[in-house]
């Protein structure tokens, strides 16, 4: 019987009968403690939005050519990076004919980051992607443009071209 039930069951079966041991019953108690637990789409939904260390692939918001950019080192501190703070990073994929290429070593800004940051007159503000600009080792904008929205925080870390250069700042 259990045999029968192991190359009848589909994959969504499976899940309800909380695996295919010889034990009919755990599986038939099991399921009900299945279909309690939260599923796997919430646990990401609820994921805690954490500081932009090592390894943290960034979107990329200006026309240097780059599309994504992944952490290599924060130049903050030992937690990670926040807004307005420079990191150095890894160019993971990049436009045909852009200013940087696949495999550079890059600096950015942070200009959007998912974690919450409180401000003076207390709001919070939290974007929902990680995003950063390209900069050389002298601070200097590698694009000419800026998209997307930027917060003003920028202007306390003396990224005042950034700033006139974005569309939008929040």
Not at 19 to 29: A, I, K, R
Not at 91 to 115: F, I, L, S, T
Not at 121 to 144: P, R
Request: aromatic share 4%.
């Amino acid at each position: 019987m259990a045999a029968f039930l192991r190359s009848k069951c589909s994959s969504v079966g499976r899940t309800l009968m909380g695996g295919l041991g010889n034990n009919l019953f755990w599986g038939v108690n099991s399921s009900v403690e299945t279909m309690t637990r939260p599923s796997h789409c919430d646990a990401i939904c609820q994921q805690i939005r954490t500081f932009i260390q090592m390894r943290t692939n960034l979107k990329v918001v200006d026309n240097s050519g780059a599309k994504r950019v992944m952490c290599i080192q924060s130049l903050r501190g030992k937690k990670g990076a926040r807004l307005g703070d420079t990191i150095i990073g890894s160019v993971k994929e990049a436009q045909p004919r852009g200013k940087v290429k696949k495999g550079d070593v890059v600096y950015g800004v942070v200009v959007r980051a998912a974690m919450k940051r409180g401000r003076n007159d207390g709001s919070e503000i939290q974007f929902d992607d990680n995003a950063i600009v390209l900069v050389n080792n002298k601070g200097e904008l590698i694009g000419t443009r800026v998209f997307g929205p930027v917060p003003h925080e920028l202007r306390k870390k003396k990224h005042l071209k950034i700033l006139a250069l974005a569309e939008h700042i929040v």
